[in-house]
């Protein structure tokens, strides 16, 4: 079995449900449950026994000691953290708390939990780190896409916090030995994704009739990879991702966050157009920047597909359209997310212990 951490937010979430529709290798899922984190998106594994959900944090020495006892997992994939950088931004305690002090003891738990393994066991144990981008900074517009050897320039509070994660994970590697893997993805898009960031942020504004706001000019940069395309490089690195390594994985889709605006308006102008017969573009605002705000991000993936043989199945066009599908058909579960009434839901489906 394999312990999943963070298995209730956006990722980590698709992640279980990938896992699990593909291998029947149980999943004990450990997560804080924050703002972030939500039940709703494990509902479909209910009274699946191959799925343990926990609720608890990763900085909790005591609890991570028992579970790897108990659990005796072959492998530790690490999700769990603060991900959204504007909240970074007006306060970092809680990414210092998870993503700095969190994956250090979950790194101290690891490794005791590892050094006492019998030797077959030991050797077969895998810690696998999933990290961003963001760590390497921004990019110019022509410079060359951020390779594994990039140097570390962390710019905002929360990609300093996960790059001071990645340090902390070659170090337990390099100094304790402890077999890790590290992997550096870039943005995400999908179902569950929390509408605090761009793309659902975008599309349920949309539906809702309010404004689209647009960071400063709109032209900085990121690539996009559709979740489960992140789910099955995490997988393939986990299966054959050489010890000690890192892995960049993105989808080789660099777009403006205009040109994502625009894409999305037009699907919902197909899909779903405005009463009036306006375009969905006409909601566009363009609002005062993000402090700090990276220019661009751009993943050289060669290296994963020239050693494990992995690239991105979606494409852009076909992911962002399932995407919009996901959020019309899902007004339920958006609505529930603004309203914190997934908290009640939680309490009232599962009970305040969430086992
Ligand atoms: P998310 O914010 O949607 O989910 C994070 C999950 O971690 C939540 O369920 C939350 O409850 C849980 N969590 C937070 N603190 C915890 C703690 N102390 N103990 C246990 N659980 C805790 O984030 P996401 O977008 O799913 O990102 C998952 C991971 O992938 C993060 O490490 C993030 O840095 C990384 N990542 C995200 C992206 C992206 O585009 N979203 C891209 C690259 C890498
Ligand atoms: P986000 O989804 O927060 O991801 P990240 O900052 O980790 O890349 O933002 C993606 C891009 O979209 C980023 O350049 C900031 C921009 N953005 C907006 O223009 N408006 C918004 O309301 C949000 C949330 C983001």
Redesign the pocket.
């Known amino acids: 079995m394999i312990l999943v951490t963070g298995g209730a937010g956006f990722i980590g979430s698709n992640f279980v449900l990938d896992w699990l529709a593909g291998s029947g290798e149980p999943v004990v899922n450990v997560d804080k449950l924050t703002y972030a984190g939500n039940r709703a998106n494990l509902a479909a594994l209910e009274g699946d026994a191959r799925h343990r959900f926990v609720q608890g944090d990763i900085g909790d020495r005591a609890l991570m000691d028992s579970l790897l006892a108990e659990h005796r997992p072959r492998a530790i994939v690490n999700f769990a953290a603060e991900s959204?950088?504007?909240r970074s931004i007006h306060g970092a305690e809680d990414f210092i708390a998870t993503n700095i002090v969190g994956t250090f003891r979950l790194l101290e738990a690891a490794r005791g939990y590892w050094a006492g393994l019998p030797a077959d066991e030991k050797a077969a144990f895998r810690f696998l780190h999933v990290s961003t981008d963001?760590v390497y900074g921004t990019l110019s517009p022509d410079a060359p896409a951020f390779t594994e050897e990039h140097v570390y320039e962390p710019n905002s509070p929360y990609s300093a916090s996960k790059a001071a994660s990645d340090h902390l994970v070659r170090a337990w590697h390099h100094t304790h030995g402890l077999p890790v893997l590290t992997t550096n993805c870039s943005?995400n898009y999908g179902p569950d994704h929390f509408p605090?960031?761009?793309?659902p942020?975008m599309i349920v504004n949309a539906l809702a009739g309010k404004p689209l706001?647009?960071?400063g000019d709109?032209q900085?940069v990121?690539d996009w990879l559709y979740v489960t395309d992140h789910c099955s490089a995490i997988r393939r690195v986990l299966q054959a991702g050489r010890v000690g390594q890192t892995y960049n994985v993105g989808g080789w889709n660099e777009k403006t966050?205009l040109a994502i605006v625009h894409t999305i308006c037009d699907l919902l102008d197909e899909l779903q157009p405005r009463a009036d017969g306006q375009s969905y573009r006409a909601q566009i605002a363009h609002v005062t920047d993000?402090p700090g705000?990276?220019r661009r991000?751009a993943i050289d993936a060669r290296k994963i597909e020239r050693e494990l043989g992995w690239r991105p199945a979606e494409t852009f066009e076909s992911g962002i359209r399932k995407t919009v599908a996901w959020y019309m058909a899902n007004a339920d579960w958006v609505r529930d997310v603004q309203s914190g009434a997934y908290c009640d839901w939680v309490a009232t489906q599962y009970g305040a212990a969430g086992a």
Do not use: A, F, T
């Open positions: 959204h950088v504007d963001e943005n605090e960031k761009l793309i942020l706001p647009v960071y709109g900085q990121r966050n993000r705000h990276d991000y």
